[in-house]
């Protein structure tokens, strides 16, 4: 409760004063049966001393439970204020999904390796970050706008098949930064978090003004953090059917298979000339760690507010509840 100075952190156990008050019931019920009883056995002083002797008992055993019931709902007090800073980023993962990402020399490939480090790296964003994803080849498209909603991102990645490649033989690095950079202007005004493109990429650019698109990144205090996916020694680039199924691999004009090797001159041209950082992918944890690293240099305040300091104090009812039932067994004597 906003202001408040006391608040309950496990309001759902309140329940248990249900069963509490029907066994409280039940006590003083069975304790004016056993009355009548002892009227018969018992003299009219002694039966008065029983009496308030029972009636003690059972208030201190109920008393005694109910200073439980309330510890188990964690009463707390506020004990000043806090000023709780909240940053965060607009962070657009730029994905080559291209033929040659399908290249095994990372296993199991270059695609299902890059996955891999976003689906880390958004587990790993904080609640204040927005995510969207890119999706390029020849073309570039956003496949979900800036979110905080990363379990779409999740969703979308786990859909993404072998299919969709065949529909993306080249790639135009370019096309990706245009369409990353495009998302960021856009909701720019929004606030003032930092802004940043992770580039996911094996480099092979085939034509495109990458420079260009690089430069407008800079202009706009864009960095790209460039993560290379391949290796330069290469793999055999896998040829595909229009249904997504592997036929082979593709082949040149003389008949050779066509070797794809990871291009790091350019990702790291792009990463130097816009501010931001070249990785190469090892293992893919390592690189999630220097991204996040990376990502968190560029995390800007979006919010502040006041946060209580709770102090439980749930310890003094389980305290009260001891001492009240060790008084209830002291009076646990037999009838003079």
């Known amino acids: 409760m906003k202001g408040a100075f006391w608040d ?120 204040d970050d927005r ?30 098949e072998p299919s969709i490649l065949a529909l993306n033989p080249t790639t135009f690095i370019e096309e990706g930064l245009k369409v990353s950079v495009r998302l960021l202007k856009k909701r720019a005004e929004e606030g003032t978090r930092g802004r940043l493109i992770v580039l996911l990429s094996d480099g092979e650019d085939q034509g495109s003004n990458w420079k260009a698109a690089a430069t407008s990144c800079r202009k706009e205090g864009v960095p790209v953090i ?9 793999s055999a680039v896998p040829q595909l059917d229009s249904s997504g199924r592997m036929r082979g691999y593709k082949r040149d004009r003389d008949g050779r298979i066509v070797i794809s090797r990871a291009n790091e001159d350019i990702l790291r041209q792009i990463a130097q000339m816009t501010g931001g950082q070249f990785l190469r992918v090892v293992d893919g944890k390592r690189e999630v760690g220097q991204i996040r690293d990376e990502i968190q240099r560029h995390r800007r305040q979006v919010s502040a507010r006041a946060q209580a300091n709770w102090t439980e104090i749930f310890p003094l009812f389980l305290l009260l509840s001891f001492l009240l039932i060790v008084g209830e067994i002291k009076l646990r004597r037999p009838v003079e």
């Open 8 to 127: 309950i952190a496990a309001p759902q156990f309140f329940w248990a004063l249900v069963p509490w008050a029907v066994v409280v019931a039940g006590i003083l019920w069975g304790l004016k049966i056993k009355r009548r009883s002892l009227h018969f056995w018992l003299g009219p002083e002694s039966l008065e001393r029983w009496w308030q002797r029972a009636k003690t008992q059972a208030f201190l055993l109920a008393l005694s439970t109910l200073f439980l019931v309330v510890a188990m709902v964690r009463p707390r007090i506020a004990l000043g204020t806090q000023q709780v800073v909240a940053q965060g980023a607009d962070i657009v993962i730029c994905l080559d999904i291209s033929h040659s990402m399908l290249c095994e020399d990372l296993r199991p490939s270059r695609l299902e390796m890059a996955q891999a480090i976003i689906f880390n790296l958004i587990q790993r964003c904080e609640p």
């Open 226 to 234: 460039a993560v290379v996916v391949g290796t330069r020694i290469g």
């Open 131 to 160: 995510v969207a994803l890119v999706l390029f080849g020849g073309t570039a498209f956003p496949l979900t706008p800036l979110t905080s909603d990363f379990s779409l991102i999740d969703l979308y990645l786990r859909l993404l």
